[in-house]
């Protein structure tokens, strides 16, 4: 149980286009999730908290014009990129809390994200 | 300072070995800890939660000191299949947030 799909694994775009990232709760609704970026041999950093149904929170130093945050259902979220630049190439990792106590918190599979 | 820190290795083990990872947090509020696995340019994956008593789940065994606010991880009988490198993680129940370690790697070596 507990399943957190995230779509697309990978993705190449050109600077300057928005790049859509989707998040999927299959099995069990996620009233929020979590966007993380991880650059290499680094850890993930929290970007945003997401909420079904209200504005997303954004963490100091996260342009919320650029990276916009919909949760629009309990068991869909979707970050966007928007006019992407070489230096947002990243790991982009969702994340959604199922039942803690057994599940702790389900991540996505990850999307690598190169902006040439 | 960062809120989790963990020494970032690598440590290079030898099969069999017995490893310890250590990871302190900063934040008094946290209530939920946990060990997450992550292998090169995957997902993390929960390997443990970490409760109060200290846990055990096969070769694994995480220990939780609060008066230190200190985690730790021992992994028994290494085996190659444990190379990863070890995420220590701590929540606040409030916003639900985890604030993760910067992660140790470990190298298990024939």
């Known amino acids: 149980g507990a399943v957190v799909s995230q779509h697309p694994s990978w993705v190449i775009c050109k600077s300057g286009t928005s790049v859509k990232i989707e998040c999927r709760s299959l099995d069990f609704q996620a009233t929020t999730m979590f966007w993380y970026r991880q650059f290499p041999k680094q850890s993930l950093m929290l970007m945003a908290t997401?909420?079904?149904?209200?504005?997303?929170?954004?963490e100091q130093g996260v342009e919320k014009d650029k990276f916009l945050i919909n949760h629009a259902s309990l068991t869909l979220s979707t970050l966007t990129v928007t006019s992407a630049h070489p230096e947002d190439s990243s790991f982009y990792i969702c994340s959604a809390r199922g039942e803690v106590e057994v599940y702790g918190y389900t991540f996505g599979s990850g999307t690598r994200l190169t902006v040439v | 300072r960062k809120e989790v820190e963990q020494d970032p290795g690598p440590f290079n083990v030898p099969e069999g070995a017995t490893v310890a990872f250590n990871c302190t947090y900063s934040?008094?509020?946290?209530?939920?800890f946990f060990w997450y696995r992550q292998d090169c340019r995957k997902e993390p994956k929960l390997l443990m939660s970490v409760y109060s008593s200290g846990n055990e789940d096969g070769r694994f065994t995480a220990q939780l000191n609060r008066a230190s606010q200190y985690i730790s991880l021992l992994i028994r009988d290494s085996k190659l299949s444990d190379s990863a490198t070890y995420l220590c993680v701590a929540g606040v129940n409030v916003g639900n947030m985890l604030t993760f370690g910067g992660g140790t790697r470990l190298m298990v070596k024939p």
């Open positions: 934040n008094s509020a946290s209530q939920s």
């Open positions: 997401s909420n079904e149904g209200s504005k997303a929170t954004y």
